[in-house]
């Protein structure tokens, strides 16, 4: 059993950062690709970014490429989430999900995938 807890959500202008962060608890936390995804009211959830859990493979959602940067420290049990020029679009509550692999490489964009999840912080951009 894997416990994943994001903090630092919140509200910000347009243009503004935030960054978040997740912290896992329960057993390895390295052997666990990493994802973020986003649900805006009304809306389906949608990937965000996703890490594998070594050699740090990386993968972006269309809409926040450039924008934001996902990072991980398996030391501190820790993946973050810098969140970058935000637009009030990227209005939504950010989930942080791990997923169980045997695959240094792995990660995948599909929610299916993830095992476990957080309860999710609200980030709200205001225009």
């Known amino acids: 059993q894997v416990h994943v807890v994001e903090s630092g959500g919140g509200l910000v202008q347009a243009g503004g950062s935030l960054r978040l962060s997740c912290a896992a608890s329960?057993?390895?936390?390295?052997?666990?690709?990493m994802g973020w995804f986003r649900q805006a009211p009304g809306k389906e959830r949608e990937f965000v970014a996703a890490?594998?859990?070594?050699?740090?493979?990386?993968y972006y959602g269309d809409s926040v490429k450039g924008r934001f940067t996902i990072s991980r420290d398996n030391a501190k049990n820790t993946v973050y989430l810098q969140m970058n020029s935000l637009k009030p679009e990227d209005t939504a509550v950010y989930y942080c999900?791990?997923?169980?692999?045997?695959?240094?490489?792995?990660?995948?964009?599909?929610?299916?995938?993830?095992?476990?999840w957080g309860q999710g912080t609200q980030v709200t951009v205001s225009s």
């Open positions: 999900a791990a997923a169980l692999t045997e695959s240094s490489v792995w990660y995948s964009l599909r929610s299916s995938d993830y095992n476990y």
């Open positions: 329960g057993r390895t936390f390295s052997s666990y690709a």
């Open positions: 890490i594998s859990w070594r050699r740090g493979f990386i």
